[in-house]
T-cell receptor
């Protein structure tokens, strides 16, 4: 089992709809979870971080964390063509060491917003 | 303007040559990281450093070396011992403490022929 798993996609969503991206992880003690957006040929850009169970909203983005199910998701509301990118899920390994974090990245989900 | 810079953006080398990739940050971050990204694979950690003059191997350190002589700088050397050096190399940095999100530089695309 991979440490961090994401569907590779591509995931196609009509403009204006909700895009739902999912990520599962294997390390039960992981405490920090991150979503990065990566445009083709560019570096990853941090868009959300979440540390507690539940939802965290930031503009059109909502991160959802369920530690019991070892599942983290990212919802993008009112999807725009500019949201078309690869979304990477990242999870810290083991007990958080507050700054000496080793992250494990998923391989990413490619999202395409269809105008 | 605060940020992370990496240079050069593109780098071409012949097999058997060592090459050093630059990473500089002016965010006053304590921790710095090097990753490589290959098509279809997640980012893989090469080396990381929490403080000046100290660094640790990541998951794929063989064939790479680093130094951390200044807080702002964390150069990566890809040696001739690295069997598959062609990749997209990403440098990241983070604070320590409660806020430790990692932020990435623009990356260096290295091609070795």
């Amino acid at each position: 089992q991979k440490e961090v798993e994401q569907n590779s996609g591509p995931l196609s969503v009509p403009e204006g709809a909700i895009a739902s991206l999912n990520c599962t992880y294997s390390d039960r003690v992981s405490q920090s979870f991150f979503w990065y957006r990566q445009y083709s040929g560019k570096s990853p850009e941090l868009i959300m971080s979440i540390y507690s169970n539940g939802d965290k909203e930031d503009g059109r983005f909502t991160a959802q964390l369920n530690k019991a199910s070892q599942y983290v998701s990212l919802l993008i509301r009112d999807s725009q063509p500019s949201d078309s990118a690869t979304y990477l899920c990242a999870v810290n390994r083991g007990i958080s060491n507050f700054g000496n974090e080793k992250l494990t990245f998923g391989t990413g989900t490619r999202l395409t917003i269809i105008p | 303007d605060g940020g992370i810079t990496q240079s050069p953006k593109y780098l071409f080398r012949k097999e058997g040559q060592n090459v050093t990739l630059s990473c500089e940050q002016n965010l006053n971050h304590d921790a710095m990281y090097w990753y490589r990204q290959d098509p279809g694979q997640g980012l893989r950690l090469i080396y990381y450093s929490q403080i000046v003059n100290d660094f640790q191997k990541g998951d794929i350190a063989e064939g790479y070396s680093v130094s951390r002589e200044k807080k702002e700088s964390f150069p990566l050397t890809v040696t001739s011992a690295q069997k598959n050096p062609t990749a997209f190399y990403l440098c990241a940095s983070s604070l320590t403490g409660d806020l430790y999100e990692q932020y990435f530089g623009p990356g260096t695309r290295l091609t070795v022929t």
